[in-house]
């Protein structure tokens, strides 16, 4: 991934953007919605040799099944942060504020057997 390249996309996407605001502004806010998808999608192109090292290093490790749900875990919320992103530029704030709590919701229910690992290791411990 080239950060260069997404600031180049990112700002070519804004220019477009504001002469279309001008024009229509529903089709100013189509675009928005496109472009944060595609810078998206390029950016989780790009990550993916280093999601692949961290996956065979954890499993080398032996500390793959944590590590995976951490993983997912952030995979959440970096998902749910960028859709209430593109909300907020579509103007629904409302719908935003929703769809992070329904991450950090799934982020919970991802972290209880985590949980559950803990207090099992108490118990054991007392």
């Known amino acids: 991934m080239n950060a260069f390249s997404a600031c180049a996309l990112a700002v070519t996407a804004a220019v477009i953007i504001s002469v279309l605001k001008g024009i229509s502004p529903l089709m100013a806010n189509i675009a928005s919605a496109v472009a944060g998808v595609v810078i998206l999608v390029y950016i989780i192109n790009g990550i993916t040799p280093f999601l692949d090292f961290v996956r065979k290093t954890s499993a080398e490790s032996g500390i793959g099944a944590y590590f995976g749900i951490m993983l997912k875990a952030v995979a959440i919320s970096l998902c749910c942060k960028a859709g209430a992103e593109i909300c907020r530029d579509c103007g629904e704030n409302s719908l935003a504020s929703k769809l992070e709590l329904a991450g950090k ?18 118990k054991d411990m007392l």
């Open 105 to 122: 919701a799934g982020i919970l229910l991802l972290s209880l057997p985590l949980l559950g690992g803990i207090l099992s290791m108490a």
